[in-house]
């Protein structure tokens, strides 16, 4: 089966930016919707954004919109979150995720899933 990882977490003062990596294998990740959610302690998870597959449109939660972009490379399995701006509330595990339909927003609307990265935004 394929599978998707994250990598680029890390610890992050408040302002700066991180760049989070989804890597696919095993599937054709053309083939899916690419969506970014996290998980705070305590909280539910939490969606982030999302990307066509085609990568011409994406949508994102308004509290990261105009700081939080997303792309992807088909030709290379890999979708990225470029993270700027960032703040002590964007502290979370970060997932990558794959769906069918685009507007997906929910994670019972995901169908697979990695197993996240720490991102930590210190004051």
């Known amino acids: 089966q394929g599978q998707l990882v994250e990598s680029g977490g890390g610890w992050v003062q408040a302002g700066g930016s991180l760049r989070l990596s989804c890597a696919a294998s095993g599937r054709t990740l053309s083939a899916y919707v690419m969506g970014w959610f996290r998980q705070a302690p305590g909280k539910e998870r939490e969606f982030v954004g999302a990307?066509?597959?085609?990568?011409?449109?994406?949508y994102y939660l308004d509290s990261v919109k105009g700081r939080f972009a997303i792309s992807r490379d088909n030709a290379k399995f890999t979708v990225v979150l470029q993270m700027n701006s960032l703040k002590p509330e964007d502290t979370a595990v970060y997932y990558c995720a794959a769906a069918i339909n685009y507007g997906a927003l929910l994670p019972h609307e995901y169908s697979y899933w990695g197993r996240g990265t720490q991102v930590t935004v210190s004051s």
């Open positions: 990307i066509s597959r085609s990568g011409s449109s994406t």
